[in-house]
């Protein structure tokens, strides 16, 4: 079995700072792209940010500059560092993972719980 547990969310004023963990769990050989979502109330979730299969970080326009994803291999942990927040960052922000269980398995796609962001005005 996989999990994916995010944590780091909080209440913060704008112009603040937060960083999330995205640790994964479990029988895992390798984790390929991991992505950072979120979803406001009465919105479709979003893509944030992303680590693609090639390594690569791809960022959406509105963080841009402001969130950074970062990872740590031996703990199989992503990060994603956010700065100067504003209070359209506020939602719930989930990340997910192809991950590899064994070296001829196939990919599966694992998600988190989510963790609460909310950035005050």
């Known amino acids: 079995q996989v999990h994916l547990v995010e944590s780091g969310g909080g209440l913060v004023q704008a112009g603040g700072s937060l960083r999330l963990s995205c640790v994964a769990s479990g029988s895992i050989f390798s984790i390929n792209s991991v992505v950072w979502w979120r979803q406001a109330p009465g919105n479709q979730r979003e893509w944030v940010a992303a680590?693609?299969?090639?390594?690569?970080?791809n960022y959406a326009d509105s963080v841009k500059g402001r969130f950074a994803i970062s990872r740590d291999n031996a703990q199989n942990t992503v990060y994603l560092q956010m700065n100067n927040l504003k209070p359209e960052d506020t939602g719930t922000y989930y990340c997910?993972?192809?991950?590899?269980?064994?070296?001829?398995?196939?990919?599966?796609?694992?998600w988190g719980q989510g963790t609460q962001v909310t950035v005050s005005s």
């Open positions: 997910n993972a192809e991950i590899r269980k064994s070296a001829g398995g196939r990919k599966q796609t694992y």
């Open positions: 680590f693609t299969s090639g390594g690569a970080t």
